[in-house]
Nanobody, 125 residues
Framework: EVPLVESGGGLVPAGGSLRLSCAAS????????IGWFRQAPGKEREAVSC????????YYEDSMKGRFTISSDHAKNTVYLQMNGLKPEDTAVYYC??????????????????WGQGTQVTVSS
């Protein structure tokens, strides 16, 4: 059973925008850290951003700061990743993940308990 579902991926030209969504089925995000990771072809998966769903604290990899914005909607139990100014090197499968204690290492995959199946983002040059 996969309790997280990502959506919103697609094909966009360089400079375009996409908003990814991460919704939960079976768990509520209260008390969880929700992270976004991505994996490009032939590369290791890397951290993108994270939000403490209850506190609203946000974290970003330095290369994504200013272009990506993570947010949450408590009523919808959903986390979003707004991506602006997309570049071809942002092409990857984007995954969301949920963990209860990621505050000390939000970019560490092993701290996340649940993972979605990913959504493809392709940025054309």
């Amino acid at each position: 059973e996969v309790p997280l579902v990502e959506s919103g991926g697609g094909l966009v030209p360089a400079g375009g925008s996409l908003r990814l969504s991460c919704a939960a089925s079976g768990i509520t995000f209260d008390g969880y850290f929700i992270g976004w990771f991505r994996q490009a072809p032939g590369k290791e998966r890397e951290a993108v951003s994270c939000i403490s769903f209850s506190a609203g604290t946000t974290y970003y990899e330095d290369s994504m700061k200013g272009r990506f914005t993570i947010s949450s909607d408590h009523a919808k139990n959903t986390v979003y990743l707004q991506m602006n100014g997309l570049k071809p090197e942002d092409t990857a499968v984007y995954y969301c993940a949920a963990g209860t204690d990621a505050s000390w290492g939000w970019n560490l995959e092993r701290l996340y308990d649940y993972w979605g199946q990913g959504t493809q983002v392709t940025v054309s040059s």
